[in-house]
């Protein structure tokens, strides 16, 4: 559909940036803060890019002024962060460690004073080591009660000053990376477990929204899902039922949760006859019903292109790229459903990840169709090496590039009718990936840090920040 005109963004579009506790703060056990799962991960030989960790990571934990100036200098709306919960809870549950509860305190406060809207993201993936240790963490339902009593805290603490909040971050990667490829914590390779963990990690979802609808009622809150949608390979219809297929498993079957507190049919009837379906317990659905959210947050970042995949010979799961090498993905896929094959119509990233800003139109307008419900774009962004030249400048041109044409998606979605209520760019500052190091960076700011060696942690405005700036200050129409 092409519009004569664009409608505008709308005036309280709330322009941002987001990050991630582990992936900011370090000071990763100062102030009484327990060990996450990553903590101990990342001191595995071999687990992450050249063994870094987010033990001092891009500082935030001492330079959170610093970073909030920046922020407010460039105009920012909001500004999307997580909460360690090992900072609150050092050991997941019992006693609150007050000294946690005071840096977000702080953190809240400064955003407030520089007109920055906080959205505060309850979980991004570090778990109490303490719970895992105990009860192997989502593996257990005793996760529900555990993680609905550490939100319970975060909204009577910061609920007079926080509106709008993520319950969990890309519950679709945190388990598929820590249950079925196990290159996150807490490492295993077990289908069925996959999916009873994310049996109980809706489960627990579900309890902290409807909790939270009573303690801040004039809140929002929504989990935010990293969808990528799938495209068929070509108009055989084998391919498009393969298209059909992931979409089916690897996005209807958590959004449709979510949304409608059940599991869709065909992707439930496929693990039922293999035999990975989860447990349910009486009562399970009542409380996936009870926990609707606001909104979704979505987190887009590519499409993926399917084709058939033969039950037969098959292929099956296999490695991403963290290497930074252009070409050194593979694909894969699960046998009788679905495999992935590149798209020659789109240029990829170092990192093989599919540039496609007109995905992100066809992610927004396929969940509004689906579940009619506003969308908060809680991730979108580029990985690339910057490099800071000799005269102190960061030219990124590339992500101007890609961020600009996400953006001018995002307008054309808004003219289609869907409902955006804003748009947070991964990142606000550089800051650690989990897999591959300081080299892959998705900063407006660049930080000196760097895999190796002990360095100053500067700030220094890229390229991109300038631009940002601008598009934030004209609403959207410099661009
Ligand atoms: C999202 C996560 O999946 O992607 C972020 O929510 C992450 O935490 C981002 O950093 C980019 O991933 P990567 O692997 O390129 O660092």
């Not at 298209?243 to 439930?268: C, F, I, Q, R």
Request: aromatic share 14%.
């Amino acid at each position: 559909m092409i519009h004569q005109t664009l409608k505008p963004f709308p005036k309280d579009f709330l322009w941002g940036a987001a990050s991630a506790a582990y992936q900011v703060e370090g000071a990763w056990d100062e102030d009484g803060k327990g060990a996450s799962n990553w903590d101990k991960f990342v001191r595995i030989p071999g687990k992450t890019f050249k063994g870094t960790t987010g033990d001092v990571a891009v500082d935030h934990y001492h330079r959170y002024k610093e970073d909030v100036r920046l922020m407010a200098e460039m105009g920012m709306k909001t500004y999307r962060f997580s909460v360690a919960w090992t900072r609150i809870f050092p050991n997941g549950r019992g006693e609150i460690n007050q000294k946690g509860l005071e840096f977000y305190d702080h953190l809240i406060n400064e955003l407030k004073v520089n007109k920055i809207e906080p959205i505060l993201t309850l979980y991004h993936w570090d778990l109490p080591q303490a719970l895992q240790d105990e009860y192997g963490g989502w593996e257990s339902r005793r996760i529900i009660e555990d993680f609905t009593n550490y939100s319970v805290e975060l909204f009577k603490h910061f609920g007079d000053r926080v509106k709008y909040w993520v319950s969990l971050n890309e519950q679709n990667i945190f388990t598929n990376h820590g249950y079925h490829l196990a290159t996150h914590p807490p490492g295993i390779k077990d289908e069925k477990l996959f999916y009873q963990v994310n049996h109980h990690a809706n489960l627990a979802n579900a309890s902290v929204i409807k909790e939270f609808h009573k303690y801040i009622p004039d809140g929002k809150i929504g989990p935010s899902f990293a969808y990528s949608p799938s495209y068929a390979a070509s108009s055989s219809p084998k391919d498009i039922m393969a298209a059909e297929n992931a979409e089916e498993l690897n996005s209807h079957w958590w959004m449709d949760t979510y949304v409608w507190g059940k599991y869709p049919e065909v992707a439930w009837n496929y693990l039922e006859e293999k035999g990975l379906a989860p447990l349910i317990e009486k009562g399970d659905f009542d409380l996936l019903k009870e926990g609707k959210p606001d909104f979704i947050g979505l987190n887009y970042y590519q499409t993926t292109t399917f084709e058939e995949n033969p039950l037969e010979g098959g292929i099956g799961s296999s490695e991403m790229n963290t290497t930074g090498k252009k070409g050194t993905s593979k694909d894969s896929g699960i046998p009788g459903l679905y495999k992935t094959i590149a798209n020659p119509n789109l240029e990829r990233t170092n990192w093989d990840w599919n540039i496609d800003p007109q995905g992100l139109r066809i992610a927004l307008r396929r969940m509004t169709n689906r579940y009619g419900l506003p969308i908060l774009i809680s991730e979108n962004g580029l990985g690339e090496y910057d490099k800071l030249d000799a005269d102190g400048v960061v030219q990124d041109d590339y992500r101007i590039e890609y961020l600009r044409s996400h953006i001018i998606a995002i307008q054309e979605a808004i003219s289609d009718g869907v409902d955006v209520m804003g748009y947070c760019v991964w990142s606000f500052t550089d800051l650690l990936s989990w897999l591959n190091g300081f080299q892959k960076r998705y900063g407006l700011v660049y930080v000196n840090q760097h895999e190796e060696g002990v360095h100053d942690l500067r700030r220094i405005k890229k390229n991109s920040y300038y631009w940002y700036k601008k598009v934030i200050e004209s609403n959207g129409t410099s661009l």
